[in-house]
């Protein structure tokens, strides 16, 4: 910044100018379209301080506004000047040359103008302090002197609201011709129904969760127009991916198990630890968007968010300046991004760091891992509420030797059947209720069939399923057998059934294994405090047309130690004695299957 200097025109000034940041700026920008578009960003043609420079601006900026050229070139701005008839601003022409042949790179120009910005600001804070110094010199009173500075406050609240001034306020009103006449309803969802075109998300989770993994399979399916999570396809869009938390090799890895290869990545751009500048930085900003002018991104991801700023997680004007340098240019040209998020300390205050970065996204999700390759993605905070709130979904992936098999890792949804009481994905899972359900099934075995039958039948096949997994699916296979309608629970609360997948189940859930709130993976939970009620055996008194009087059976005998049951318990449908019933644990000769958990990928 300089002072008390004689500037080229002759003009003697003591106020904040950079002549340095205007000749890189003026510079360039007679080279690049893009360095004049992003400049504007920031600055306006009067932050300029010499004239000559606010001359070479207009200029370019008619060249540009005309729409028939590429790029500029200095010899195109002195033959625009020429006619004007005002190369003697320009000494001639010289300075046109000088600067045109001293540029800097494209991408480096909005810092410049970022500096420009700043050094006007106080040239107008000092002039401003100049007329009220002429002011009380001239005797203006109090009300007069408050006027002033009232009038210089709005015009500079003005200039930080918009950043461009009066003309950008009145550009960025509606058209409300076009606006009414535009059926927001009707915008078709990006596929996965995550977000829609030009929204920002946030994806939180845990490193153990996943999202790194989920993300690029996800970016990979929409790019390539393949279907993402049941939903349809569409056609492929171009994503820009910023990863700056995965190694190379790793990413080669995953993307080979989705089965992508170098003919087969559609329109996925990856960058690889880009060196872009902090984007909570105007020099960050204009590196981000450069690259989505350069690759014509419709989408961006930034994995992981916090490896892309350079102010504290904790400070909110961090979080702010990203919005301002970064997401607000992308939001304004309709790009859609998605920024991936840890967990903080405590996870139900979602991701770490201020709560002011949650503040500018349309849509923040929880991925959270369930064991098993069960994920479960929650909508916690959404500006539209269009579109689903939560997904259960199942990573499947198999390995081939050391390796992870090729086209052998995928999300899938989970659909619910509520005929036979379990999410159909889980059938695929060993160890779960739901394969060990789906193997008996397979195997004939009737749905009557007691404990010490299923778990010689699951011996036969080598099916693995804990004792108390063995037991739930015995309750659930007999639960079908029963009449529909019939629920011997009566209802505790007056609410109906509530989804509340995964982990909980309402506090009216049925006891016929039927219920909405089915947890996953795993049970039905039993409500805390509630024992479970037995089956009802049929009554013993006839239906009043002779029908004789049901015999009792001579001897109950237990289903896992033979050994003859009280007949109390019993007559009330129980088939096993407390110390034998394997959901106790109690039971020294009960067969033992460890489960089996195919770990997923160790993904970021």
Known sequence: MTRDTADQDGLNTRAPHDIEAEEYVTGVIMHSRLAFEECSLVMTREDLYRPAHQLIWDTVAGLIKTDQIADPHPAL?????????????VEGGNLIYRLGGQTIAPMMAQAFAERIAATARQRRYDTHSTELKAAIDRGADGDELAAI????????????????GPAHLVASLLNWEEFFGTDFG?????????????????LVGDGKAGKSLFCQEWMWRMATGQPVLGDRAQDPVRILYLDAENGQEQVQERFLSFGAGPRAMGELRYASFPPVRPLDTAGGGADLMAMVKATGAELVVIDTVSRFISGPENDADTWLNLYRHTLLPLKRDRIASVRLDHFGKDKERGGRGSS???????????????????????????????????FSILRQSHRDGDNWARGGTRHVLMTYDADAGFDTGM???????EHIIAALD???????????????????????????KIAEAVRVRKARSEKSGIDVSPQRFPEAFQTTFPGNVSRNASRTGKDAGQTFPGNVAETPGTPPVPHVPPSKRGNGEGTPEQATPQEALCTVCSRPINPDWAARGY??????????????????????????????
Request: charged share 25%; net charge negative.
């Open 77 to 89: 701005v002195r033959a625009e000047i020429e006619k004007q008839g005002q190369l003697h601003r």
């Open 427 to 433: 059938a695929a899972v060993p160890g779960t209720v």
């Open 575 to 604: 088939d096993t004695h407390i110390g034998c019933d394997p959901a106790t644990g109690s039971h020294p000769d009960r067969p033992t299957h460890p489960p089996h958990d195919d770990a997923p990928h160790d993904a970021a």
């Open 442 to 468: 397979r195997a004939g075995v009737p749905n009557d069939a007691g404990n010490r039958v299923a778990r010689e039948k699951l011996a036969e096949l080598q099916i693995p399923g804990g004792n108390s």
């Open 186 to 202: 009707a915008i078709q969802l990006l596929p996965g129904k995550l977000m829609g075109p030009g929204q920002q998300i946030t």
């Open 356 to 390: 002011a970065k949650t503040q500018d996204v349309d849509h923040v999700w929880e991925l959270s891992y369930q064991g098993g390759g069960a994920l479960h993605l929650k909508r916690t905070h959404t500006r539209t509420g269009i579109g689903p709130d939560q």
């Open 149 to 164: 500075v009232a009038e210089f406050q709005q015009g500079e609240q003005l200039r930080e609201n918009t950043g461009r």
